[in-house]
Nanobody, 126 residues
């Protein structure tokens, strides 16, 4: 059974930084993984995605240049480095895992991912 566990969320002032982690247990780790977020009253949106080896990374426009996705396959952990956070980044952040090596064209759709974590809250104060 695949399990994803996020950590690293918390409260931070605007302009600050946070590093989120997603630890995975179970088989088939080396697949496309992603971070999504969901703000109160809004749908879940894709933030960043990374291919199995980490060679290919993808970002939604609102976080380009501020967030960095990475992974350590030896540790079976994925990360999201968040710099220059803004109030609009406040949300519950979820990690997700697909069953494909390369991230699909529909990488920002929740249906593209088979496994989800429980989420970690990020709150940015101005």
């Amino acid at each position: 059974q695949v399990q994803l566990v996020e950590s690293g969320g918390g409260s931070v002032q605007a302009g600050g930084s946070l590093r989120l982690s997603c630890a995975r247990s179970g088989s088939e780790y080396n697949k496309c993984m992603a971070w999504f977020r969901q703000a109160p009253g809004k749908g879940r949106e894709g933030v960043a995605a990374i291919s199995s080896t980490g060679v290919y990374t993808y970002y939604t426009d609102s976080v380009k240049g501020r967030f960095t996705i990475s992974r350590d396959n030896a540790k079976m952990t994925m990360y999201l480095q968040m710099n220059g956070v803004q109030a609009e980044d406040t949300a519950m952040y979820y990690c997700a895992a697909a069953t494909t090596i390369y991230c699909p064209a529909q990488r920002w759709q929740t249906a593209a991912y088979d496994y989800w974590g429980q989420g970690t809250q990020v709150t940015v104060s101005s």
